[in-house]
């Protein structure tokens, strides 16, 4: 059976809660296909030590501010699922669960989504599925022979999981820091830390509200014409929270180069010297997860859809949201997305115009 509504958005995670908002907000009739089965998007899948990067008051979606967390001057992942949890209630947004998009099509003037549940037609579609469904691993040599454990970092959890092994965690970013933090402060694993370049870590005082105002700026600049500020990128890659700090602080993470190639029973560098390892945990990052879109034959380098804002250029009906700075400035994160939201909702409501 086919359905009809005005917009169809495809994930129920921050960026479509975000949306959703904003098109009640405009009197649209919409739905919200969500894969998942529980709320929360990706955030109740983080390990267990996670914690945001700024003060609840500076990760909140639009039209509520997030309560503070008791005793946490940085709220953990568990508290984000409950505010995203209570916003998704508290604005009655239209989501079904357990309802993966398969496709989305054109058809004439119209789009259609085929989905676990249905198939819907519909005016527009705004794709907010994110990235954690798309972990990237590299084509290092030796992956397949290693005879350990390989995991990326939407596999990992807690240091207990590692009590008494050799770990390698590879990655120079975020994810890679607190990874090896959280196992060398835990202290229960032999930890080496392998990063591509040396880690650049930003100033201590410098957490997210700082980092979505210098995204926020260099959309600006590069929309005005003016020289590209380089934007976060520029100051650093990892983001000094209190746990990366304590380890490093403490000499703990110290990160070695990346390696050549893995073995069966650990990992070789260019220079022939080598490490056991039971277990390697790749905080390689992610790519888009845009399979569902790929009837509409857009896709352009690196896997991502030319876009003019959040707008794909081949299909005027289609917006992406929440996929990182292509999509927006801070797009991906909780105080960044509802701006771009709002935008990608304004051009919408030009459609029914």
């Not at 590069?222 to 100051?235: E, K, M």
Request: with cysteine; aromatic share 8%; proline share 7%.
């Amino acid at each position: 059976m086919t359905q009809h509504t005005d917009v169809v958005v495809v994930g129920g995670g921050q960026a479509g809660l975000a949306a959703g908002y904003h098109l009640r907000r405009q009197g649209l009739d919409f739905v919200i296909l969500d894969a998942g089965a529980a709320p929360g998007g990706s955030w109740q899948h983080m390990w267990d030590s996670l914690h945001l990067f700024s003060p609840a008051e500076h990760s909140s979606l639009p039209g509520r501010l997030m309560p503070a967390q008791p005793g946490e001057s940085y709220p953990d992942a568990r508290h984000v699922v409950d505010y995203l949890t209570d916003y998704e209630k508290r604005y009655d947004l239209p989501v079904q669960r357990g309802t993966p998009v398969q496709a989305v099509r054109r058809d004439g003037e119209r789009l259609l989504v085929e989905a676990d549940s249905g198939t819907w037609r519909t005016q527009a579609v705004i794709s907010a599925t994110g990235t954690w469904s798309r972990p990237f691993l590299p084509a290092v040599p030796g992956r397949s022979v290693f005879a350990g454990r390989q995991l990326h970092t939407v596999n990992y959890r807690s240091p207990a999981d590692f009590a008494g092994q050799r770990v390698i965690v590879v990655g120079g970013g975020n994810s890679g820091a607190q990874i090896a933090a959280d196992l060398t402060l835990d202290g229960r694993a032999e930890v080496t830390w392998v990063t591509p370049r040396p880690p650049r870590f930003l100033p201590d005082d410098i957490d997210g509200r700082a980092l979505f105002d210098v995204a926020t700026a260099r959309r600006r600049a590069l929309d005005a014409g003016r020289d590209d500020t380089g934007g976060v990128a520029s100051l650093g890659d990892i983001v000094a929270v209190p746990p990366v700090r304590a380890a490093r602080d403490a000499g703990r993470l110290q990160a070695r180069p990346m390696f050549t190639h893995l073995t069966t029973d650990g990992v070789r560098w260019a220079d022939g010297s080598g490490i056991g390892a039971d277990a390697v945990i790749w905080c390689t990052g992610f790519r888009p997860a845009l399979p569902h879109l790929a009837p509409l034959d857009l896709r352009g380098p690196r896997g991502r859809i030319p876009t003019d804002g959040t707008r794909a250029l081949g299909e005027p009906r289609l917006h992406l949201l929440g996929y990182g700075d292509w999509t927006g400035p801070a797009s991906a994160t909780l105080i960044g997305v509802g701006r771009t939201a709002r935008d990608a909702v304004r051009e919408v409501v030009g459609l029914f115009t």
